[in-house]
């Protein structure tokens, strides 16, 4: 996988493939609430931009069903780019790039707006494919969020032109094999988020390579059912409780579960709030974080570490009174003298939620799923394209 130069694309239109796939306020339609990852990209931007490069930039954002839909459209975050570019990006509503001088950009449309974009159908995705390297001379893909999907934009199209990756996705790979290849010890990963399931696959790999797995989230209620607890009204997939209790079985001190949780009579800001035991959650309460004094073992566990990965908040952190676990163990991962990896997702959207600072952890990933995929030992479509 190489990344460009300047030869590469000095007088050339470049196609970007980036992730600006970012989230809105709830109740500001059009207004961004987490600008990180057109942030993210601006270096390779700027980079071409120096190079003489003209640059058609394309992305995906939400899940709009192969159609326009204005909900989704990428108009703002062109602003946005003007903004954070100090320079004019110019927005064309569809797949069709203005004509555009050395140093200049240019934003598409969501690319989610073409059913061809995202088909199991080979053909109808290689047709947008071929739409697609038509707009330019060289293929950058700087979208490590979006490497795990076999899309048009992120794997078909990067057979029709000279390709390279940009200096996010080599950043983000560089990181992620210093977790999987050798990283140092103890390493400690921190997992939350609501399903086990989502995380399943990302235990099984991880079992043989970290000290320890400290588990929060909704995840954790699995857990402690499988070791034949009472969890009230929380979160729980109880077609999970057996592969949880044979995890358990395996990992035996390595996976820490939360002792103490903080519950409340129902899922709201100014619900009734209690901590209990974790061995001893009432009958209809929920479990919605964390406790204070899992907070404290989980960061006692994390202060001698060299290497850890967090992948998954460890309560509701959107609602303030069950933001305390998520913080808690975000704060206590800024303290690690070692290495630390923010993977994406919602864990990225807590630390910036909380205000904490980008600087306080070694790496915050752009791509939650495609980190997590990475870690299992699956291949990346589209990394396995830029390496082609």
């Known amino acids: 996988m190489r990344v460009f130069s300047t030869e590469d694309v000095a007088g050339r239109r470049v196609l970007l493939r980036a992730d600006l796939n970012v989230p809105f306020l709830k109740d500001q339609p059009g207004v961004i ?63 069709t ?25 080979e053909a109808e995705r290689g047709a947008f494919a071929d739409q697609l390297a038509a707009l330019a001379d060289v293929y950058v893909d700087d ?34 094999k210093k977790l999987t290849e050798d990283p140092a010890t103890p390493y400690v990963v921190v997992l939350g988020g609501s399903k086990v399931s989502d995380k399943l696959a990302v235990i099984e790999a991880l079992l043989s390579k970290a000290d320890r797995l400290l588990i929060g989230g909704g995840m954790c209620f699995t857990f402690l059912k499988a070791q034949g607890h009472s969890v009230g009204g929380s979160l729980l997939q109880e077609e999970m409780v057996q592969t949880c209790a044979d995890l358990l079985e395996r990992a035996g ?30 009958e209809g309460w929920l479990g919605l974080d964390i406790g204070p004094r899992s907070v404290q073992e989980f960061a006692d566990a994390l202060a001698g570490a060299k290497t ?11 609602l303030a009174p069950f933001a305390a676990g998520t913080r808690g163990v975000a704060e206590a991962i800024t303290k690690v003298d070692g290495f630390t990896v923010v ?30 995929e990475y870690l299992e030992g699956k291949v990346l479509p589209g990394l396995s394209a830029l390496e082609a």
């Open 33 to 95: 609430a987490d600008d990180g990852r057109i942030r993210a990209v601006l270096p390779t931007i700027q980079a071409l931009r120096d190079a003489g490069a003209s640059v058609v930039v394309i992305s995906h954002l939400g899940r709009p069903k192969g159609a326009p839909d204005p909900k989704y459209s990428l108009k703002p975050v062109a602003d946005r780019l003007t903004e954070l570019l100090g320079a004019p990006v110019a927005f064309t509503g569809d797949m």
């Open 97 to 121: 790039a203005p004509e555009l001088a050395a140093g200049e950009v240019a934003l598409l449309e969501n690319l989610r707006f073409h059913p061809g974009e995202t088909s199991k159908d």
């Open 143 to 176: 979208a490590f969020g979006a490497v795990h999907r076999k899309h048009a934009s992120v794997y078909d199209v990067v057979s029709r032109l000279p390709h390279f990756a940009g200096f996010l996705v080599s950043q983000e790979v560089d990181v992620l």
């Open 253 to 282: 001190d390595k996976l820490v579960l939360p002792t103490d949780i903080v519950v409340a009579d129902r899922f709201a800001a100014d619900a009734q709030t209690q901590t209990v035991d974790a061995q001893a959650i009432p």
């Open 308 to 318: 850890v990965f967090w992948n998954g908040p460890m309560g509701v952190f959107e």
């Open 343 to 372: 993977g994406g997702g919602d864990s990225a959207a807590a630390v910036r939620a909380l205000g904490l600072q980008d600087e306080a952890f070694g790496h915050i990933s752009t791509g939650g799923g495609a980190s997590l």
